[in-house]
Structure formats: C-alpha cells, structure tokens
C-alpha cells in the first residue's frame, strides 16, 4: 500500500513558476514509477509527466517539454515537479500517482495509486 500526499500548488501569475512536491508513504519507493497527471474543469485527466523507479528516465507531454521538470529522491520518499514559464492552460488541479514496476507510463489506467491533488492556477 502506497500512502500519496501532493503539495505545493497556489496561484501564480502567467510566466512564473511553481514547485511541486509528492511525498509517498510505504516501502521500497523505487519500486514504483510514478507520474503527475492534471485535470482541469470540464476535462479529462491528462498525463503530464512520468519517471521510472530508478536510473531517472522520463517522459513529458509535449505541452509541458522545456518548461517542467521531474525529479525524485527515493531516499527521502519523494516527488517535485519544478513547474517553469506557467501559462494560464497549466491551470488545473495535479495528481501524483504510483504504479508497481520501474518504467514510467503515460496511461493515468496504468497507475494503482493517487493522491488527493493539488490546485495549480496560473491567471493571465
């Protein structure tokens, strides 16, 4: 059992930036890849970015590629997501997510484990 609590949203102004933070309650964190996922009013959740157990491989959507980044420290059970150059279509509320097996994937199906999300806004 994987325990997800996310962190960090707010309200930011167009071009500015935010961080992100996950923080995974359990065992053997490496184990698990893990991914940021967003859902906006009226929308799908939507796959923003994923990171394999171990070896830090990635993957972005292409609406966030050069301005977000991922990173864990599976020492200290966590996830960021340093969120850079914010747009107001970044506006949603995020999820982290886990899922047992090292890959990362792009599937929000794929995921056994969420957390309760965050409120990211970005006004114009």
């Known amino acids: 059992q994987v325990q997800l609590v996310e962190s960090g949203g707010g309200l930011v102004q167009a071009g500015g930036s935010l961080r992100l933070s996950c923080t995974a309650s359990g065992r053997s964190f490496s184990s698990y890849a893990m991914g940021w996922f967003r859902q906006a009013p009226g929308k799908e959740r939507e796959f923003v970015a994923a990171?394999?157990?171990?070896?830090?491989?990635?993957d972005y959507a292409d609406s966030v590629k050069g301005r977000f980044t991922m990173s864990r420290d599976n020492a200290q059970n966590t996830l960021s997501l340093q969120m850079n150059s914010l747009k107001p279509e970044d506006t949603a509320v995020y999820y982290c997510?886990?899922?047992?097996?090292?890959?990362?994937?792009?599937?929000?199906?794929?995921?056994?484990?969420w957390g309760q999300g965050t409120q990211v806004t970005v006004s114009s």
């Open positions: 997510a886990a899922v047992l097996g090292r890959m990362p994937t792009t599937r929000a199906s794929d995921y056994t484990y």
């Open positions: 990171i394999s157990g171990v070896f830090g491989i990635r």
